[in-house]
């Protein structure tokens, strides 16, 4: 298949937290990471977002670098906050908690074609409807990434399964 052609299927997936730095670059290293494993780079195009302005322009946080690390995980992200066009552009957009799907559904335009929805609507391991969110790590110690290292890995894993479901 043509370069082109490769890039005209492209999946385009968005994971949102609120500051960019510690989950959501988590999200988008561990979906790569998965991505590159399958041998699926054509297919993907994989960015992450916040909902907040707060940490634009910055790294991730030097925990979520170091628990990605442990994993053999790199985290290319730079933070950056999410617009109205995002929602138009990408495919599907996974939020790391209610909060952030909140903020998300009130930026959406009308016109908004992304499918917007919770990371851990993916994991098997959730204990039911209550427990959907991934925790808010930045105020807690490291033990809180490895935490949301685990949730986000199953979640993840089970989200490229479903998306390449059909091949
Ligand atoms: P994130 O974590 O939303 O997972 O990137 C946070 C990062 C920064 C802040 C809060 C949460 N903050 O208050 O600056």
Redesign the pocket.
Known sequence: MANADRDAVRTRVLFV?????????LAEGVFLHLVREAGLDHRFEVDSA?T?D??VGERP?ARATAVARKHGVELPSR?RQVTPDDLDTFDHVLA?DRE?LRDLRRLARASARANIRLLRAHDAAAAGEADRD?P????GGPSGFDLVYEMVHRSCAALLAELTANE
């Open positions: 937290c609120l500051g960019n730095i510690c989950r959501s670059p916040g907040c707060w940490h946080d933070a790391m952030n991934v808010d790590p930045y105020y």
